[in-house]
Protein backbone atom coordinates (compact mmCIF):
# COMPACT_ATOMS: atom_id res chain seq x y z
CA UNK A 1 0.00 0.00 0.00
CA UNK A 2 1.63 3.27 -0.96
CA UNK A 3 0.28 6.64 0.71
CA UNK A 4 -0.61 9.35 -1.66
CA UNK A 5 2.17 12.36 -2.07
CA UNK A 6 0.15 15.42 -0.86
CA UNK A 7 2.89 17.70 -0.44
CA UNK A 8 5.94 16.99 -2.92
CA UNK A 9 9.11 19.43 -2.92
CA UNK A 10 11.69 18.93 -5.26
CA UNK A 11 15.26 20.76 -5.71
CA UNK A 12 13.34 24.19 -3.68
CA UNK A 13 15.44 27.38 -3.84
CA UNK A 14 13.92 30.20 -2.18
CA UNK A 15 15.58 33.72 -1.13
CA UNK A 16 14.17 37.42 0.23
CA UNK A 17 15.20 40.42 -0.57
CA UNK A 18 18.83 39.07 -1.90
CA UNK A 19 19.34 36.28 0.94
CA UNK A 20 19.13 32.80 0.50
CA UNK A 21 16.79 31.24 2.80
CA UNK A 22 16.36 27.90 1.70
CA UNK A 23 18.50 25.75 0.05
CA UNK A 24 18.11 22.26 -1.69
CA UNK A 25 14.79 21.41 -0.22
CA UNK A 26 13.57 17.96 -0.50
CA UNK A 27 10.35 16.70 0.97
CA UNK A 28 7.33 14.80 0.45
CA UNK A 29 4.51 14.33 2.79
CA UNK A 30 2.34 11.89 2.51
CA UNK A 31 -1.38 11.57 3.07
CA UNK A 32 -2.08 11.41 6.91
CA UNK A 33 1.32 12.45 7.60
CA UNK A 34 1.47 14.78 10.91
CA UNK A 35 4.77 16.37 10.24
CA UNK A 36 6.56 18.25 13.00
CA UNK A 37 9.08 20.86 11.89
CA UNK A 38 11.29 22.53 13.98
CA UNK A 39 14.15 24.51 13.75
CA UNK A 40 16.02 27.96 14.96
CA UNK A 41 14.45 31.44 14.62
CA UNK A 42 15.19 32.68 11.17
CA UNK A 43 15.52 29.14 9.96
CA UNK A 44 13.05 29.48 7.33
CA UNK A 45 10.29 27.40 8.55
CA UNK A 46 7.93 30.35 7.83
CA UNK A 47 9.05 30.57 4.68
CA UNK A 48 8.63 27.05 3.79
CA UNK A 49 5.12 26.70 4.34
CA UNK A 50 4.47 30.52 2.58
CA UNK A 51 6.08 28.87 -0.60
CA UNK A 52 3.73 25.99 -0.42
CA UNK A 53 1.15 28.72 -0.03
CA UNK A 54 2.40 30.54 -3.15
CA UNK A 55 2.60 33.41 -0.68
CA UNK A 56 6.45 33.08 -1.82
CA UNK A 57 7.48 32.61 -5.22
CA UNK A 58 10.87 30.22 -4.91
CA UNK A 59 14.20 31.02 -7.36
CA UNK A 60 13.89 27.32 -8.52
CA UNK A 61 12.85 24.19 -7.37
CA UNK A 62 9.11 22.66 -8.10
CA UNK A 63 6.56 22.30 -5.53
CA UNK A 64 3.38 20.31 -6.12
CA UNK A 65 0.00 19.86 -4.05
CA UNK A 66 -1.90 16.56 -4.31
CA UNK A 67 -0.40 16.10 -7.55
CA UNK A 68 -1.14 19.75 -8.78
CA UNK A 69 0.36 22.83 -9.09
CA UNK A 70 0.25 25.59 -6.29
CA UNK A 71 -1.50 27.71 -8.40
CA UNK A 72 -3.84 25.23 -8.96
CA UNK A 73 -4.76 23.66 -6.07
CA UNK A 74 -3.49 26.04 -2.80
CA UNK A 75 -6.80 26.20 -1.92
CA UNK A 76 -7.05 22.66 -0.45
CA UNK A 77 -4.82 24.45 2.52
CA UNK A 78 -6.06 25.49 5.67
CA UNK A 79 -3.51 28.09 6.93
CA UNK A 80 -2.99 29.58 10.68
CA UNK A 81 -0.03 32.36 10.51
CA UNK A 82 2.34 32.70 12.73
CA UNK A 83 1.61 36.61 13.40
CA UNK A 84 -1.77 37.56 11.73
CA UNK A 85 -1.52 41.36 12.10
CA UNK A 86 -5.15 43.19 11.64
CA UNK A 87 -6.70 46.43 12.75
CA UNK A 88 -8.05 46.06 16.14
CA UNK A 89 -10.85 49.03 15.06
CA UNK A 90 -11.79 46.74 11.80
CA UNK A 91 -15.84 46.37 12.51
CA UNK A 92 -15.61 42.58 12.51
CA UNK A 93 -17.02 39.87 14.52
CA UNK A 94 -15.17 36.68 14.92
CA UNK A 95 -18.11 34.90 13.71
CA UNK A 96 -17.75 36.92 10.55
CA UNK A 97 -13.52 35.97 10.48
CA UNK A 98 -14.81 32.20 10.56
CA UNK A 99 -17.24 32.80 7.99
CA UNK A 100 -14.44 34.25 5.58
CA UNK A 101 -12.67 31.44 5.26
CA UNK A 102 -15.46 29.60 3.23
CA UNK A 103 -16.20 32.55 1.16
CA UNK A 104 -14.13 31.67 -1.70
CA UNK A 105 -15.87 28.16 -2.03
CA UNK A 106 -19.26 30.14 -1.57
CA UNK A 107 -21.87 30.19 -4.59
CA UNK A 108 -23.35 33.41 -4.74
CA UNK A 109 -23.79 36.48 -2.80
CA UNK A 110 -24.64 35.20 0.59
CA UNK A 111 -23.42 32.37 3.32
CA UNK A 112 -25.75 29.28 2.78
CA UNK A 113 -26.87 27.18 5.55
CA UNK A 114 -24.12 24.75 5.75
CA UNK A 115 -21.85 27.16 5.75
CA UNK A 116 -23.26 28.72 8.84
CA UNK A 117 -22.98 25.29 10.46
CA UNK A 118 -19.63 24.41 9.69
CA UNK A 119 -18.36 27.81 11.23
CA UNK A 120 -20.70 27.04 14.54
CA UNK A 121 -18.61 23.86 14.52
CA UNK A 122 -15.01 25.17 14.20
CA UNK A 123 -15.74 27.75 16.92
CA UNK A 124 -16.56 24.98 19.00
CA UNK A 125 -13.92 22.89 18.58
CA UNK A 126 -11.68 26.00 19.49
CA UNK A 127 -14.20 26.74 22.43
CA UNK A 128 -15.26 29.58 21.27
CA UNK A 129 -18.44 29.36 20.31
CA UNK A 130 -19.31 31.45 23.41
CA UNK A 131 -17.43 34.76 22.00
CA UNK A 132 -19.14 34.03 18.78
CA UNK A 133 -20.59 37.92 18.38
CA UNK A 134 -17.70 39.19 20.00
CA UNK A 135 -15.60 41.97 17.61
CA UNK A 136 -12.04 40.67 16.78
CA UNK A 137 -10.12 43.46 18.40
CA UNK A 138 -11.72 42.67 21.66
CA UNK A 139 -9.78 39.44 22.17
CA UNK A 140 -6.80 38.64 23.57
CA UNK A 141 -3.80 37.65 21.54
CA UNK A 142 -4.80 33.96 22.32
CA UNK A 143 -8.23 34.15 21.88
CA UNK A 144 -7.60 35.22 18.55
CA UNK A 145 -4.89 32.51 17.67
CA UNK A 146 -7.65 30.21 18.24
CA UNK A 147 -10.18 31.89 15.75
CA UNK A 148 -7.69 31.42 13.23
CA UNK A 149 -7.35 28.19 13.43
CA UNK A 150 -11.07 27.90 13.39
CA UNK A 151 -11.08 29.97 10.20
CA UNK A 152 -8.46 27.24 8.79
CA UNK A 153 -10.10 24.38 9.82
CA UNK A 154 -13.80 25.89 8.88
CA UNK A 155 -13.23 25.35 4.18
CA UNK A 156 -12.77 21.80 5.04
CA UNK A 157 -9.05 21.67 4.10
CA UNK A 158 -7.36 18.40 3.00
CA UNK A 159 -3.87 19.91 4.40
CA UNK A 160 -3.38 22.08 7.64
CA UNK A 161 -0.70 24.56 7.87
CA UNK A 162 0.32 25.79 11.46
CA UNK A 163 2.89 28.27 11.87
CA UNK A 164 3.58 28.10 15.86
CA UNK A 165 -0.16 27.83 16.36
CA UNK A 166 0.30 27.72 19.81
CA UNK A 167 2.39 30.46 20.77
CA UNK A 168 -0.10 32.49 22.56
CA UNK A 169 -2.37 30.26 24.07
CA UNK A 170 -2.84 28.87 27.48
CA UNK A 171 -1.53 25.58 29.06
CA UNK A 172 -5.24 24.27 28.94
CA UNK A 173 -5.71 25.01 25.36
CA UNK A 174 -2.49 23.77 24.21
CA UNK A 175 -3.40 20.21 25.58
CA UNK A 176 -7.05 20.40 24.11
CA UNK A 177 -5.76 21.45 20.32
CA UNK A 178 -2.97 18.84 20.38
CA UNK A 179 -5.71 16.47 20.95
CA UNK A 180 -7.58 18.46 19.02
CA UNK A 181 -4.87 17.96 15.83
CA UNK A 182 -4.20 14.61 16.77
CA UNK A 183 -7.91 13.68 15.88
CA UNK A 184 -7.86 15.69 12.84
CA UNK A 185 -4.76 14.17 11.36
CA UNK A 186 -6.82 10.96 10.80
CA UNK A 187 -8.70 12.47 8.00
CA UNK A 188 -6.08 14.91 7.01
CA UNK A 189 -2.78 15.70 6.16
CA UNK A 190 -1.03 18.27 8.95
CA UNK A 191 1.89 19.74 9.19
CA UNK A 192 3.06 21.53 12.16
CA UNK A 193 5.94 24.43 12.37
CA UNK A 194 6.54 24.87 16.58
CA UNK A 195 9.44 25.05 19.04
CA UNK A 196 7.82 23.14 21.56
CA UNK A 197 9.90 20.32 21.01
CA UNK A 198 8.63 17.87 23.78
CA UNK A 199 4.82 18.24 22.48
CA UNK A 200 6.09 17.68 18.90
CA UNK A 201 7.64 14.42 19.70
CA UNK A 202 4.62 13.54 21.65
CA UNK A 203 1.87 14.14 19.35
CA UNK A 204 3.58 14.10 15.61
CA UNK A 205 4.08 11.18 13.08
CA UNK A 206 7.14 12.09 11.75
CA UNK A 207 10.13 15.20 12.48
CA UNK A 208 12.14 17.46 10.56
CA UNK A 209 14.32 20.31 11.14
CA UNK A 210 14.64 23.20 9.08
CA UNK A 211 17.88 25.62 9.57
CA UNK A 212 18.53 26.38 5.67
CA UNK A 213 18.66 22.83 4.27
CA UNK A 214 16.24 20.46 5.60
CA UNK A 215 16.88 17.02 7.53
CA UNK A 216 14.32 14.40 7.32
CA UNK A 217 13.88 10.88 6.76
CA UNK A 218 10.24 10.28 6.91
CA UNK A 219 9.92 9.18 10.33
CA UNK A 220 9.93 10.18 14.10
CA UNK A 221 13.34 9.99 14.85
CA UNK A 222 14.86 12.91 16.20
CA UNK A 223 18.73 12.34 16.07
CA UNK A 224 21.38 14.18 17.05
CA UNK A 225 22.53 14.90 14.05
CA UNK A 226 19.29 16.76 13.42
CA UNK A 227 19.42 18.55 16.65
CA UNK A 228 22.93 19.93 16.24
CA UNK A 229 22.85 20.68 12.36
CA UNK A 230 19.54 22.60 13.11
CA UNK A 231 20.40 24.57 16.05
CA UNK A 232 23.92 24.15 15.87
CA UNK A 233 24.50 23.66 19.59
CA UNK A 234 25.71 20.79 21.50
CA UNK A 235 22.41 18.19 22.48
CA UNK A 236 22.77 18.81 25.90
CA UNK A 237 20.83 22.20 26.04
CA UNK A 238 17.93 20.88 23.48
CA UNK A 239 17.31 17.31 24.60
CA UNK A 240 16.24 18.50 28.34
CA UNK A 241 12.99 17.30 28.42
CA UNK A 242 12.58 15.32 25.17
CA UNK A 243 10.82 11.95 26.00
CA UNK A 244 14.05 9.04 24.83
CA UNK A 245 11.78 7.42 22.70
CA UNK A 246 12.19 10.11 19.73
CA UNK A 247 15.73 11.45 21.00
CA UNK A 248 17.85 8.72 18.80
CA UNK A 249 21.22 8.51 18.13
CA UNK A 250 23.01 7.73 14.84
CA UNK A 251 23.56 4.15 16.85
CA UNK A 252 21.91 4.03 19.23
CA UNK A 253 19.27 6.17 22.23
CA UNK A 254 20.77 9.22 23.99
CA UNK A 255 20.91 9.65 27.39
CA UNK B 1 -38.91 77.58 4.19
CA UNK B 2 -38.36 80.08 0.97
CA UNK B 3 -34.82 78.03 1.25
CA UNK B 4 -36.96 75.40 -0.32
CA UNK B 5 -38.29 76.86 -3.15
CA UNK B 6 -35.85 77.24 -5.68
CA UNK B 7 -35.87 74.57 -8.22
CA UNK B 8 -31.48 74.88 -7.69
CA UNK B 9 -31.35 74.67 -4.29
CA UNK B 10 -33.59 71.60 -4.74
CA UNK B 11 -31.53 70.17 -7.28
CA UNK B 12 -28.77 70.96 -4.91
CA UNK B 13 -30.13 69.02 -2.25
CA UNK B 14 -30.31 65.61 -4.59
CA UNK B 15 -27.33 65.97 -5.30
CA UNK B 16 -25.61 66.31 -2.10
CA UNK B 17 -28.13 63.08 -1.00
CA UNK B 18 -26.78 61.26 -3.81
CA UNK B 19 -23.12 62.00 -2.59
CA UNK B 20 -23.72 61.33 0.25
CA UNK B 21 -24.83 57.65 -0.33
CA UNK B 22 -21.52 57.03 -2.80
CA UNK B 23 -19.45 58.26 0.26
CA UNK B 24 -20.94 57.09 3.21
CA UNK B 25 -20.57 53.28 1.58
CA UNK B 26 -17.13 53.69 -0.79
CA UNK B 27 -15.73 56.06 2.33
CA UNK B 28 -16.34 53.35 4.70
CA UNK B 29 -14.18 51.19 2.94
CA UNK B 30 -11.10 53.90 2.33
CA UNK B 31 -11.57 54.32 6.25
CA UNK B 32 -10.98 50.73 7.23
CA UNK B 33 -8.34 50.35 4.66
CA UNK B 34 -6.91 53.08 5.50
CA UNK B 35 -6.30 54.17 1.94
CA UNK B 36 -6.74 58.26 2.46
CA UNK B 37 -3.70 58.83 0.06
CA UNK B 38 -4.51 56.35 -2.75
CA UNK B 39 -8.01 58.44 -2.76
CA UNK B 40 -6.73 61.57 -2.79
CA UNK B 41 -4.35 60.61 -4.83
CA UNK B 42 -7.23 59.61 -7.39
CA UNK B 43 -9.01 62.69 -6.80
CA UNK B 44 -6.16 65.18 -7.64
CA UNK B 45 -6.02 63.20 -10.94
CA UNK B 46 -9.25 63.84 -12.04
CA UNK B 47 -7.66 67.80 -12.63
CA UNK B 48 -6.22 65.83 -15.62
CA UNK B 49 -9.56 64.59 -16.50
CA UNK B 50 -11.27 67.92 -16.68
CA UNK B 51 -9.00 69.29 -18.58
CA UNK B 52 -8.65 66.51 -21.02
CA UNK B 53 -12.73 67.34 -21.96
CA UNK B 54 -11.80 71.17 -22.22
CA UNK B 55 -9.05 70.16 -25.00
CA UNK B 56 -11.41 67.92 -26.36
CA UNK B 57 -14.12 69.62 -26.54
CA UNK B 58 -16.44 67.29 -24.40
CA UNK B 59 -17.85 67.38 -21.31
CA UNK B 60 -15.18 67.82 -18.47
CA UNK B 61 -16.91 65.40 -16.36
CA UNK B 62 -16.87 62.96 -18.50
CA UNK B 63 -13.09 63.50 -19.53
CA UNK B 64 -13.36 63.31 -15.19
CA UNK B 65 -14.59 59.53 -14.99
CA UNK B 66 -12.34 58.01 -17.72
CA UNK B 67 -9.64 59.93 -16.74
CA UNK B 68 -9.93 58.80 -12.81
CA UNK B 69 -11.06 55.33 -13.55
CA UNK B 70 -7.70 54.91 -15.67
CA UNK B 71 -5.64 56.39 -12.88
CA UNK B 72 -7.00 54.40 -10.23
CA UNK B 73 -6.54 51.00 -12.01
CA UNK B 74 -2.47 52.73 -12.74
CA UNK B 75 -2.54 53.12 -8.98
CA UNK B 76 -3.67 49.70 -8.59
CA UNK B 77 -1.18 47.94 -10.51
CA UNK B 78 1.58 50.28 -8.37
CA UNK B 79 0.74 49.22 -5.21
CA UNK B 80 0.14 45.72 -6.21
CA UNK B 81 3.93 45.22 -7.93
CA UNK B 82 5.85 48.12 -5.41
CA UNK B 83 4.88 47.69 -2.04
CA UNK B 84 8.18 49.37 -0.87
CA UNK B 85 7.59 52.63 -2.96
CA UNK B 86 3.91 52.66 -2.94
CA UNK B 87 3.49 55.70 -1.20
CA UNK B 88 5.90 57.61 -3.37
CA UNK B 89 4.71 56.63 -6.74
CA UNK B 90 1.18 57.37 -6.37
CA UNK B 91 2.82 60.72 -5.05
CA UNK B 92 3.79 61.38 -7.98
CA UNK B 93 0.91 60.15 -9.82
CA UNK B 94 -0.81 62.93 -8.13
CA UNK B 95 1.52 65.26 -9.55
CA UNK B 96 1.20 64.58 -12.87
CA UNK B 97 -2.32 63.79 -13.45
CA UNK B 98 -2.57 67.70 -12.15
CA UNK B 99 0.14 68.61 -14.31
CA UNK B 100 -1.34 67.26 -17.52
CA UNK B 101 -4.87 69.04 -16.23
CA UNK B 102 -2.95 72.11 -16.33
CA UNK B 103 -1.34 71.61 -19.61
CA UNK B 104 -4.76 70.21 -21.50
CA UNK B 105 -6.41 73.77 -19.93
CA UNK B 106 -3.82 75.72 -21.47
CA UNK B 107 -3.88 74.32 -24.67
CA UNK B 108 -7.56 74.39 -24.63
CA UNK B 109 -9.30 76.50 -27.32
CA UNK B 110 -12.09 78.92 -25.73
CA UNK B 111 -13.35 79.47 -22.64
CA UNK B 112 -12.87 77.84 -19.13
CA UNK B 113 -14.45 79.96 -16.70
CA UNK B 114 -15.81 77.30 -14.53
CA UNK B 115 -12.72 75.81 -14.04
CA UNK B 116 -12.61 76.56 -10.56
CA UNK B 117 -16.51 75.22 -10.07
CA UNK B 118 -14.71 71.83 -10.43
CA UNK B 119 -11.85 72.52 -8.30
CA UNK B 120 -13.97 73.97 -5.08
CA UNK B 121 -16.75 72.76 -6.25
CA UNK B 122 -20.54 74.26 -7.03
CA UNK B 123 -23.63 72.44 -6.03
CA UNK B 124 -25.95 75.17 -6.90
CA UNK B 125 -25.10 74.85 -10.60
CA UNK B 126 -25.48 71.00 -11.24
CA UNK B 127 -27.00 70.88 -14.53
CA UNK B 128 -29.72 68.19 -15.23
CA UNK B 129 -27.89 66.02 -17.53
CA UNK B 130 -25.00 65.86 -14.69
CA UNK B 131 -27.90 64.89 -12.18
CA UNK B 132 -28.10 61.84 -14.13
CA UNK B 133 -24.44 61.09 -14.49
CA UNK B 134 -24.33 60.69 -10.76
CA UNK B 135 -27.76 59.07 -10.13
CA UNK B 136 -26.35 56.50 -12.56
CA UNK B 137 -22.63 56.17 -11.19
CA UNK B 138 -24.82 56.04 -7.60
CA UNK B 139 -26.20 53.01 -8.88
CA UNK B 140 -23.18 51.93 -10.49
CA UNK B 141 -21.31 51.86 -6.94
CA UNK B 142 -24.13 50.22 -5.15
CA UNK B 143 -24.74 47.25 -7.37
CA UNK B 144 -20.88 46.73 -6.86
CA UNK B 145 -20.94 47.07 -3.62
CA UNK B 146 -23.78 45.14 -3.24
CA UNK B 147 -21.82 42.10 -4.96
CA UNK B 148 -18.63 41.87 -3.91
CA UNK B 149 -19.35 43.58 -0.02
CA UNK B 150 -17.68 40.61 1.25
CA UNK B 151 -14.76 40.11 -0.90
CA UNK B 152 -14.08 43.87 -0.59
CA UNK B 153 -14.10 43.60 3.39
CA UNK B 154 -12.07 40.27 3.25
CA UNK B 155 -9.35 41.66 1.08
CA UNK B 156 -9.38 44.93 3.35
CA UNK B 157 -9.34 42.57 6.77
CA UNK B 158 -6.52 39.92 5.76
CA UNK B 159 -4.94 40.42 2.41
CA UNK B 160 -2.63 37.72 2.61
CA UNK B 161 -5.40 34.90 3.76
CA UNK B 162 -7.76 36.57 0.90
CA UNK B 163 -4.87 35.04 -1.07
CA UNK B 164 -4.69 31.52 0.69
CA UNK B 165 -8.61 30.95 0.05
CA UNK B 166 -8.09 31.85 -3.44
CA UNK B 167 -9.58 35.45 -3.59
CA UNK B 168 -7.96 37.76 -6.23
CA UNK B 169 -6.83 40.42 -4.05
CA UNK B 170 -5.63 42.06 -6.98
CA UNK B 171 -9.18 42.27 -8.83
CA UNK B 172 -10.42 42.93 -5.65
CA UNK B 173 -8.30 45.69 -4.85
CA UNK B 174 -7.97 47.45 -8.35
CA UNK B 175 -12.49 47.30 -8.28
CA UNK B 176 -12.67 48.94 -5.08
CA UNK B 177 -10.32 51.83 -6.40
CA UNK B 178 -12.42 52.14 -9.61
CA UNK B 179 -15.13 52.53 -7.08
CA UNK B 180 -13.33 55.37 -5.48
CA UNK B 181 -12.15 56.96 -8.70
CA UNK B 182 -16.52 56.81 -9.36
CA UNK B 183 -17.27 58.27 -6.31
CA UNK B 184 -14.64 61.02 -6.53
CA UNK B 185 -16.72 62.23 -10.18
CA UNK B 186 -19.81 61.98 -7.90
CA UNK B 187 -18.33 64.34 -5.47
CA UNK B 188 -16.59 66.82 -8.24
CA UNK B 189 -19.51 69.34 -8.17
CA UNK B 190 -20.56 68.82 -4.56
CA UNK B 191 -17.47 69.84 -3.02
CA UNK B 192 -14.27 69.92 -6.09
CA UNK B 193 -11.66 68.09 -6.67
CA UNK B 194 -9.37 69.74 -3.91
CA UNK B 195 -12.05 69.05 -1.17
CA UNK B 196 -13.31 65.62 -1.80
CA UNK B 197 -11.21 63.59 0.19
CA UNK B 198 -12.58 65.15 3.52
CA UNK B 199 -15.82 64.40 2.93
CA UNK B 200 -14.55 60.98 1.64
CA UNK B 201 -13.28 60.12 5.35
CA UNK B 202 -14.92 62.66 7.59
CA UNK B 203 -18.68 60.67 7.79
CA UNK B 204 -16.69 57.27 8.04
CA UNK B 205 -14.46 58.15 10.42
CA UNK B 206 -17.28 59.74 12.96
CA UNK B 207 -19.27 56.56 12.23
CA UNK B 208 -16.97 53.99 12.95
CA UNK B 209 -16.12 55.97 16.96
CA UNK B 210 -20.19 54.27 17.01
CA UNK B 211 -20.35 51.64 15.31
CA UNK B 212 -19.48 47.89 15.58
CA UNK B 213 -20.40 46.66 12.23
CA UNK B 214 -19.72 47.58 8.52
CA UNK B 215 -23.35 48.11 7.49
CA UNK B 216 -24.31 50.71 10.65
CA UNK B 217 -21.03 52.21 9.73
CA UNK B 218 -21.89 52.95 6.26
CA UNK B 219 -25.73 53.79 7.03
CA UNK B 220 -24.37 56.29 9.84
CA UNK B 221 -22.08 57.70 7.35
CA UNK B 222 -24.94 58.25 4.86
CA UNK B 223 -26.43 60.06 7.61
CA UNK B 224 -23.89 62.31 8.64
CA UNK B 225 -22.99 62.95 4.95
CA UNK B 226 -26.18 63.95 4.63
CA UNK B 227 -26.23 66.18 7.29
CA UNK B 228 -23.08 68.34 6.47
CA UNK B 229 -24.02 68.50 2.63
CA UNK B 230 -27.56 69.87 4.08
CA UNK B 231 -26.55 71.76 6.95
CA UNK B 232 -23.51 72.82 4.64
CA UNK B 233 -25.88 74.09 2.00
CA UNK B 234 -28.03 76.46 3.87
CA UNK B 235 -25.25 77.87 5.63
CA UNK B 236 -23.44 78.72 2.56
CA UNK B 237 -27.14 80.25 1.58
CA UNK B 238 -27.49 81.76 5.02
CA UNK B 239 -24.38 84.04 4.91
CA UNK B 240 -23.51 83.82 0.90
CA UNK B 241 -20.74 81.37 1.63
CA UNK B 242 -18.51 79.40 -0.73
CA UNK B 243 -21.06 76.02 -0.61
CA UNK B 244 -18.45 73.57 -1.24
CA UNK B 245 -15.86 74.82 1.60
CA UNK B 246 -18.67 75.42 3.86
CA UNK B 247 -19.89 71.87 3.35
CA UNK B 248 -16.18 70.73 4.14
CA UNK B 249 -16.05 72.96 7.42
CA UNK B 250 -18.96 72.04 8.94
CA UNK B 251 -18.27 68.25 8.28
CA UNK B 252 -14.40 69.74 10.15
CA UNK B 253 -16.27 70.55 13.00
CA UNK B 254 -18.19 67.78 13.15
CA UNK B 255 -15.46 65.57 13.02
CA UNK B 256 -13.61 67.60 16.26
CA UNK B 257 -16.72 67.70 18.00
CA UNK B 258 -17.36 63.57 18.26
CA UNK B 259 -13.72 63.65 18.88
CA UNK B 260 -14.21 65.67 22.07
CA UNK B 261 -17.34 63.47 23.07
CA UNK B 262 -15.37 60.36 22.28
CA UNK B 263 -13.04 61.77 24.65
CA UNK B 264 -15.30 63.39 27.74
CA UNK B 265 -17.44 59.96 27.35
CA UNK B 266 -14.63 58.06 27.51
CA UNK B 267 -13.22 59.81 30.35
CA UNK B 268 -16.25 59.57 32.63
CA UNK B 269 -16.78 55.69 31.43
CA UNK B 270 -13.10 55.30 33.48
CA UNK B 271 -14.08 57.28 36.16
CA UNK B 272 -17.06 55.76 36.73
CA UNK B 273 -15.33 52.43 36.25
CA UNK B 274 -12.97 53.38 39.13
CA UNK B 275 -15.35 54.15 41.56
CA UNK B 276 -17.24 50.66 41.78
N1 LIG C 1 10.20 39.81 3.89
C1 LIG C 1 11.47 39.44 4.10
N2 LIG C 1 12.47 40.09 3.47
C2 LIG C 1 13.74 39.72 3.67
N3 LIG C 1 14.13 38.72 4.47
C3 LIG C 1 13.19 38.05 5.12
C4 LIG C 1 11.80 38.37 4.98
N4 LIG C 1 11.09 37.53 5.75
C5 LIG C 1 11.98 36.73 6.35
N5 LIG C 1 13.24 37.03 5.98
C6 LIG C 1 14.46 36.32 6.39
O1 LIG C 1 14.33 34.97 6.04
C7 LIG C 1 14.85 34.13 7.04
C8 LIG C 1 13.85 33.06 7.39
O2 LIG C 1 12.70 33.67 7.98
P1 LIG C 1 11.47 32.79 8.49
O3 LIG C 1 10.45 33.77 8.96
O4 LIG C 1 11.11 31.83 7.44
O5 LIG C 1 12.11 32.03 9.72
P2 LIG C 1 11.41 31.08 10.78
O6 LIG C 1 12.12 29.79 10.75
O7 LIG C 1 9.95 31.06 10.58
O8 LIG C 1 11.77 31.83 12.13
P3 LIG C 1 10.93 31.97 13.49
O9 LIG C 1 11.22 30.77 14.31
O10 LIG C 1 11.53 33.18 14.13
O11 LIG C 1 9.52 32.15 13.14
C9 LIG C 1 15.24 35.03 8.18
O12 LIG C 1 16.67 35.12 8.17
C10 LIG C 1 14.65 36.35 7.88
O13 LIG C 1 15.52 37.38 8.25
MG1 LIG D 1 8.38 31.73 11.58
Redo the contacts between chains.
Keep these: MTAEEVIRIKNLYVSLAGTPVLEDINLTVYQGDFLGIIGPNGGGKSTLLRSI ?3 VKPDKGEISIAGGSVEKN ?2 L ?1 G ?1 V ?1 QY ?1 V ?2 R ?5 VR ?2 VL ?2 R ?2 K ?1 RG ?1 FYSRQDYEQMERCLELVEMQELRNR ?1 IGDLSGGERQRVLVA ?1 ALV ?1 DPIILLLDEPTASVDSHFQATFYELLERLSKTMTIVLVSHDITAISTYVSTIACLNRTLHYQHNKELTVEMIEHGYNCPVELIAHGIPHRVLHAHDGVVG | MEFLQYEFIRNALMVGFLVSIACGVVGTYVVIKRIAFISGSISHTAYGGIGLGYYLGINPMVGATFFTLFSALAMGEVSHRMKDREDTVIGIMWAIGMALGVIFVKLSPGYTADLMSYLFGSILTVPHNELILVLILDIIILLTVGLFHDQFTMVAFDEEFAQVIGISTRFYNGLLLCLIALTVVVMIRAVGIILVIALLTIPPSIAGQYTRSMGSMMGLSILLGAVFTTGGLYLSYLFDLPSGATIILLAGTGFLLSLLLKNITGKIAQEKRWDM
Design positions: LGLHTIYPAFDSFPIKDVMGLARRPRA
